[in-house]
């Protein structure tokens, strides 16, 4: 199980959150446009759908199902415990953490060669 | 009935939730510790540390088994895995042996076949059976599991009616408001977790649903219960002995012809009928590693030629089913990752039974203040739920420090460590009785943390098993432990520190303020 999917579920509930103008006001200060939330909403779904397809292809579907709803719900709580005590790392994480992934899948394909 | 829907439905959500929380709270608890039955037993008994699986386990015991038991009419042999690399087998001793219709359980090393002698010890098996049976007898336990788990379910479906903002809240918690801030944690920790706990839920009934109307079956098989699994579950009819001698082929190729049926998957579990015997049977069973189902797939061989005789595939729908619920209960499939997030989700459950239950006592505060005194059933509930929730970490360091301290010669030394478990627990159920309810809280969870972060030095204090060795050669299973008991502390010490200054409600807060209570709170959210 590669972190990357765990990275997108993360990024998916972020942009799902930051979709809602309360959550957006409290972190970014500002409230988000109609077609802002729009982006987001449409972004998180992605994310969490991708993130699912990557699971079921890494792992099979009957596996990769189980471990996408165990990376939800461990992603979502790291998420919500963050928003409420390091708002702002936890939008910043939403970006950063599927990047890190990436970064590190990166490394370890190089340093493996 | 003038109420809205809404409105019976919170009703329903707070009684089904208390009545059975005590229990439900124990069972999440026995049941996350049970995804690590393997390293528990494997912790619980050092005295193995050094035995490592091996490719000739099979061979290796049946040798030691004709020997022991050539005429025990059956032999059950459980082959190591990477969890837990000993070999366990069963079968009747000769002499009369202490167990179940004389039969006798024995450990031996994969590599020798040799019987290896550890302190005697129930190990994980102890949570594993008090997660379903909860040390009662095995009929009155499970029907009790049963019954919790059913209202369990209903607590959970009323509790998502009630839940006023389930989309709306999903991400919200608001930390320091009292009432308020128990109740965001009490739902995001149901919410975010939903997936799991209706799973669990479910699957936990169907893994006891013969158990709770056996009418049906007892009608159409009277009291051959064993036929109507057979029939049920697929399990292959026995056969009669032959009454003539037989030896044994060599099982070694009868492994590998298995295991090319399923696609490399390794052998769990070898049953063998009649063994000296003309007519045997060698049943050789996979294990479950990859893949959700718990379904018996196994492959049966003639003793004697090594004839392939029939080979179970996936079983009908019906039976697969109810294997694949079985898979995911038990999570036997599960990589370490996965185990890890199941045991995460396990914790969410932990907590969102907690939080329930000092839920029901925060909203009734004001009620006391008014009253100005505290009726029975207030000060019941208080009692139970500091005597359950922080009581219950203490006993299981309890059941840990038996395994350490009690002489390893001591007559039923195993029972002695359950009742250690069940003496400690006792005891903070009595602590509170004579003690004012906040400092208890506080009290319990220290002592409790106390206990588990000393573990690992009484381990190193006792055996050579401790995080020096295993750390150093990377034996994982005995130093995860280790690490995990300090975690463990570690989770107490935050919630004893939060009960500890949780200013204003009377009745302080616990274990989900844990994980938030580490950190600072700088972000007060409107």
Redesign the interface.
């Known amino acids: 199980m590669s972190l990357f999917p765990f990275a997108l579920t993360y990024s998916g509930w972020a942009a799902l959150c930051f979709a809602m103008s309360r959550h957006a006001r409290e972190v970014l200060q500002r409230e988000p446009t109609p077609l802002q939330r729009q982006l987001l909403r449409a972004a998180g779904w992605i994310a969490l759908t991708v993130s699912l397809l990557m699971a079921a292809a890494q792992a099979g579907w009957p596996i990769g199902t189980v471990e996408w709803f165990g990376m939800l719900t461990a992603s979502a709580v790291s998420f919500v415990l963050l928003l409420t005590y390091r708002p702002r790392l936890a939008a910043g994480l939403g970006l950063g953490l599927p990047a890190c992934a990436l970064a590190g899948h990166f490394l370890v394909s190089v340093l493996r060669n | 009935m003038k109420e809205g829907f809404r409105q019976s439905m919170a009703w329903l959500h707070t009684w089904s939730g208390l009545v059975v929380g005590w229990i439900l709270f124990a069972v999440f608890v026995t049941g996350t510790l049970s995804y690590f039955r393997p390293e528990i037993s494997q912790w619980m008994r050092p005295e193995l540390r050094d035995v490592k699986a091996d490719a000739n386990a099979a061979e290796h015991a049946i040798a030691t088994l004709q020997e022991r038991a050539p005429s025990s009419p059956r032999w059950f042999i459980s082959l190591p895995e990477a969890r837990e690399p000993v070999v366990r087998v069963t079968y009747r001793d000769p002499n009369g042996g202490e167990g179940r219709r004389g039969f006798k359980s024995v450990l031996l090393d994969p590599a020798t076949g040799k019987e290896v002698t550890a302190r005697e010890t129930r190990g994980g098996d102890f949570f594993y059976r008090f997660h379903f049976e909860l040390s009662m007898k095995p009929l009155w336990g499970r029907w009790i599991v049963g019954f919790c788990a059913m209202f369990m379910f209903v607590a959970i479906i009323s509790g998502v009616i009630t839940h006023k903002k389930i989309f709306?809240d999903?991400?919200?918690?608001?930390?320091k408001k009292g009432q308020r801030s128990w109740l965001d944690a009490h739902n995001?920790?149901g919410v975010?977790?939903l997936?799991?706990h209706v799973?669990i839920t479910y699957t936990g009934l169907v893994t006891l649903m013969f158990m709770y109307m056996p009418w049906g079956v007892q009608a159409n098989y009277g009291d051959n219960r064993e036929a109507f699994f057979d029939e049920a579950l697929g399990v292959p009819a026995e056969v009669k002995p032959a009454n003539q001698p037989g030896t044994l082929t060599n099982i070694k190729p009868l492994i590998e012809q298995a295991r090319e049926h399923w696609d490399g998957a390794n052998v769990a579990f070898i049953t063998v009928n009649n063994p000296s015997d003309a007519n045997s049977r060698i049943m050789i069973r996979r294990d479950n590693e990859?893949?959700?189902s718990t379904s018996n797939q196994s492959a049966e061989f003639a003793g004697t030629t090594g004839e392939l005789l029939s080979l179970a595939g996936e079983p009908p729908p019906a039976s697969q089913t109810r294997a694949?619920m079985f898979g995911?209960h038990m999570a036997t499939?599960?990589?370490i990752?996965?185990r890890w997030?199941?045991a995460?989700?396990g914790l969410?459950g932990i907590l969102m039974v907690a939080s329930g239950l000092v839920l029901w006592s925060v909203k009734r505060a004001p009620e006391r203040v008014k009253l100005g005194y505290t009726p029975f059933g207030h000060r019941l509930v208080e009692v139970l739920n500091i005597g359950v929730i922080s009581g219950l970490p203490i006993a299981i360091a309890a059941f840990f420090y038996a395994n350490r301290l009690l002489p390893v010669e001591l007559a039923g030394r195993a029972d002695w460590e359950v009742r250690t478990f069940f003496a400690a627990w006792l005891l903070s159920f009595v602590i509170p009785l004579i003690r004012p309810a906040r400092a208890d809280w506080t009290t319990q969870f220290v002592a409790g943390a106390a206990l588990f972060a000393a573990l690992p030095a009484l381990n190193a204090a006792t055996t050579q098993t401790h995080l020096g060795v295993t750390l150093a050669h990377g034996n994982w299973v005995y130093a995860g432990f280790d690490l995990t008991m300090l975690g463990i502390a570690a989770l107490l010490a935050l919630t004893a520190w939060y009960a500890s200054r949780t200013p204003t409600s009377r009745k302080p807060a616990k274990r989900q303020a844990v994980?938030?209570s580490g950190?600072?709170?700088?972000?007060e959210?409107?």
């Open positions: 709306k999903f991400f919200t918690f608001r930390p995001a920790v975010l977790a997936p799991y799973m990859h893949r959700l694949v995911l499939f599960s990589s990752t996965l997030l199941f995460l989700s969410g994980e938030v950190l600072p709170a700088e972000a959210r409107a």
